[in-house]
């Protein structure tokens, strides 16, 4: 199994309060996803990480931050977290090696479940 | 964006039969990846196969298999001599060449006894 490691994975915290999710990987792959896991919606993109502080946004990032300092780590901010926040929450990263997609296939983490109350 | 539609929210077969699992997708792209994700109620995500836009041929690994009709935009998943393990969510996602990978919505599988 890819070494993909989230925290906290379960998590209740109240509304207006911030939150960080973090995701460490062992495998020194170069991108690392953020989704979210909602009933009847499957998983969407947050914010993804091409390298070391290259972060760009995916389809519901409102709302969501993200930073990179280093290739091992993938950190998820909510700044003031909200009850539509409230998900299951997946870190991915690939084995992209180069200018193309070497297998294409992402590693999951476990995934983090947020309530927010 | 890129869309990809699961037009079967739930889907159920007897042990040991055959189900077709469908999934469609929109993209202006020529190249790019398709999948088959397992997720059990451990929550785990699992690759189920793989497919490259680029390949005619349709992949397989052992009891699973794809129909992937390019023109159609069209990737269905058939899981033969089905098992009671076979019972999960399965995903179909695309992946594009900006590396993101995009998911359809789901599709609910129940495997009867």
Redesign the interface.
């Known amino acids: 199994d890819a070494g993909i490691t989230q925290s906290p994975r379960h998590k209740v915290t109240e509304t207006g309060t911030p939150v960080t999710l973090r995701c460490h990987q062992t495998e020194n792959h170069r991108y690392m996803y953020w989704y979210r896991q909602d009933p009847g919606h499957g998983l969407r993109l947050i914010h993804y990480s091409y390298g070391v502080k290259d972060t760009d946004k995916g389809e519901v990032s409102d709302g969501y931050s993200v930073s990179r300092s280093k290739t091992e780590d993938f950190l998820l901010t909510l700044e003031s977290a909200t009850s539509s926040q409230t998900s299951v929450y997946f870190c991915a990263i690939s084995d992209v090696l180069g200018d193309r997609v070497n297998t294409g296939e992402l590693f999951f983490g476990e995934g983090s479940r947020l309530t927010v109350l | 964006?890129q869309t990809v539609t699961?037009s079967q929210p739930e889907m159920s077969v007897q042990e040991a039969e055959t189900v077709t699992l469908s999934c469609t997708y929109d993209t202006s792209e020529s190249d790019y990846?398709l999948?088959w994700y397992k997720q059990p109620p451990s929550?785990?995500?699992i690759?189920v196969i793989?497919q490259?836009a680029y390949k005619q041929q349709n992949a397989t690994e052992n009891r699973f298999s794809v129909n992937f009709q390019k023109a159609a935009k069209s990737f269905s998943l058939k899981i033969s001599d089905s098992q009671l393990g076979d019972a999960a969510m399965y995903?179909c996602a695309y992946?594009e060449?900006n590396?993101?990978?995009?998911?359809?919505?789901?599709t609910l599988l129940t495997v009867n006894p």
Request: net charge positive; hydrophobic share 45%.
């Open positions: 964006a699961q990846y999948f929550r785990q995500m690759l793989r490259e995903f992946l060449f590396y993101k990978l995009t998911f359809g919505k789901g």
